[in-house]
């Protein structure tokens, strides 16, 4: 079965500092990765995702994740943080593409810091 | 207009009650999700369709069920709502066509407090 974890319930981060969100997955078969970001009052949308391709994914807003099969990791990243990025953020597997099924992270909320 | 929409976005209710919470999409797509949010426990998936005669159970079933009326409708009911199923539901959608990225689409969400 697949599984996903998230270090750090919530992140704090100043504005223009580096964000770094940690995601780790088990998988017994060549997983699809994927972050999705929340903010307030929404629903989850798409941040990236890797699907065997680049092992350094861009996404929006400035994002990036990179694919470590070593460590089994998918950790996310900005350069530097806005205040419009606080929002939960989650990480999500699927054993294929067409999303049979995802199994989602326990979330991780940033705040970003005048 | 959303893509995904879900009605009610807010609901009290009480114990021992049936609920039906709704989701239509314009998207065109065949698979839809129904998926609950707790905090700290990130999402879980309640029920999937793959098309209109397909149901599949999720993760965490018990206490609900789903009917999908057609292909861009699919709804989730509690038959006797209990206060542990206070919760913030999403409907969701993915591509199973040819254009499929493995991209789930959401709705914004539909809080149900069972008191």
């Known amino acids: 079965a697949q599984s996903v974890t998230q270090l750090g319930s919530h992140v704090s981060v100043s504005e223009g500092a580096l964000v770094l969100l940690r995601c780790n997955y088990s998988?017994?078969?060549?997983?699809?990765l994927f972050w999705y970001v929340q903010y307030p009052n929404q629903g989850l949308q798409l941040l990236l995702k890797?699907?065997?391709?680049?092992?350094l994914v861009k996404g929006i807003n400035g994002f990036e994740a990179e694919f470590k099969k070593s460590e089994t990791s998918f950790h996310l990243t900005k350069p530097s943080a806005h205040m419009s990025d606080a929002a939960e953020y989650f990480c999500?597997?699927?054993?294929?593409?067409?999303?049979?099924?995802?199994?989602f992270g326990t979330g991780t909320s940033l705040t970003v810091i005048p | 207009d959303a893509d995904v929409t879900q009605t009610p976005r807010n609901r009290i209710t009480k114990t021992g009650k049936r609920i039906m919470l709704e989701c239509s999409q314009t998207?065109?797509?065949?698979?839809m999700y129904w998926y609950r949010q707790d905090p700290g426990l990130g999402l879980r998936l309640i029920y999937y369709?793959?098309?209109?005669?397909?149901?599949n159970k999720g993760e965490i079933s018990d206490g609900y069920s789903v009917s999908r009326q057609a292909q861009a409708k699919f709804s989730l009911s509690l038959e006797s709502a209990i206060p542990n199923q206070t919760a913030l539901y999403f409907c969701?959608?993915?591509?199973?066509?040819?254009?499929?990225?493995?991209?789930?689409?959401f709705g914004e969400g539909s809080r149900l407090t069972v008191l």
């Open positions: 969701a959608t993915s591509d199973l066509g040819g254009s499929n990225t493995g991209e789930l689409f």
């Open positions: 998988s017994s078969v060549p997983p699809y």
């Open positions: 890797y699907t065997s391709a680049a092992t």
């Open positions: 999500a597997v699927s054993d294929d593409p067409t999303g049979n099924q995802f199994y």
């Open positions: 998207k065109g797509h065949d698979r």
């Open positions: 369709s793959f098309d209109v005669k397909d149901i």
